[in-house]
Structures are given as C-alpha cells and as structure tokens.
C-alpha cells in the first residue's frame, strides 16, 4: 500500500503515474495498491498493517499537534506486535518521545548516515524505529 497526497510541484518528483509506473517496471505492480489520503487522518481500519513506513514526509506537517496526530494515525493502523519506520529531517526526537509516552516498545532513533543528507549535512535524515505491543 503506497499513499500519498500527491502534490503538484513536490520536488521529488512524486506523482501517482511515477509511482504506478515504477511499480510496474519492478514487476510489482499487481501487488501495489495506490491511495490518495492525508497522514493525518487514514482511511483505513486500526490494526491493519503489519508495518507502516514513512520515509521523508512527516516533516512536511506544518504543525506539532498534526505531527502528532500524523503518528498517532501510523499506531493505529499498526496491528499489535507490528513495526513502525520513520526516516525523517526533522522533529525525529520529537516523534520517538511521542511513540514512547504511547507505550510503545523498543523506540530508538539513528542518523541514517552522510548518504542521506540534505543540503550537506545541515539537514541529516534520521530513522526512529519501534514495535506495538502484542495484543
């Protein structure tokens, strides 16, 4: 499952016809399913995923409390004992505290490394990792 809000002028490049193609040329694309919905708010049931990535997009909530709400909505849809990703440039300490006041498990948070700077190293991505408790 890939969602996305699918900006005009994003400046990666994103779009759901990229996406849908790059599934298709990995031969994959019979397994992908393209969604449009806000982080913020997700269409889909609690606990319905195994593990939820977010790689470079959270950041891109203008709020702390919709950071916040954007984490929230990523438990929720985790099923318990499920894996949580976040590769983010900012507010990754902010996230790993807020995963934590949640209760849950094993939050850590590591630099991703030079090959994931941004500008230099002024702006390095950094990954916050953690586990919902079983049921």
């Given at each position: 499952?890939?969602?996305?809000?699918?900006?005009?002028?994003?400046?990666?490049?994103?779009?759901?016809?990229?996406?849908?193609?790059?599934?298709?040329?990995?031969?994959?694309?019979?397994?992908?399913?393209?969604?449009?919905?806000?982080?913020?708010?997700?269409?889909?049931?609690?606990?319905?995923?195994?593990?939820?990535?977010?790689?470079?997009?959270?950041?891109?909530?203008?709020?702390?409390?919709?950071?916040?709400?954007?984490?929230?909505?990523?438990?929720?849809?985790?099923?318990?004992?499920?894996?949580?990703?976040?590769?983010?440039l900012?507010?990754?300490?902010?996230?790993?505290?807020?995963?934590?006041?949640?209760?849950?498990?094993?939050v850590?948070?590591?630099?991703?490394?030079?090959?994931?700077?941004?500008?230099?190293?002024?702006?390095?991505?950094?990954?916050?990792?953690a586990?919902?408790?079983?049921?």
């Amino acid at each position: 499952m890939i969602v996305d809000l699918w900006r005009k002028g994003d400046q990666s490049g994103n779009a759901e016809a990229a996406t849908r193609r790059n599934a298709a040329a990995e031969g994959v694309a019979d397994r992908v399913d393209v969604q449009t919905a806000d982080m913020t708010s997700l269409p889909f049931d609690a606990a319905s995923f195994d593990v939820v990535v977010s790689n470079l997009a959270v950041h891109n909530v203008k709020t702390r409390a919709g950071r916040t709400k954007a984490i929230d909505e990523a438990v929720r849809v985790l099923r318990p004992g499920g894996r949580l990703l976040i590769a983010d440039l900012r507010a990754t300490k902010e996230y790993q505290n807020h995963l934590a006041a949640l209760g849950i498990r094993d939050v850590t948070r590591s630099n991703l490394g030079w090959r994931m700077w941004w500008s230099g190293p002024w702006l390095p991505t950094r990954l916050v990792t953690a586990s919902k408790p079983p049921a």
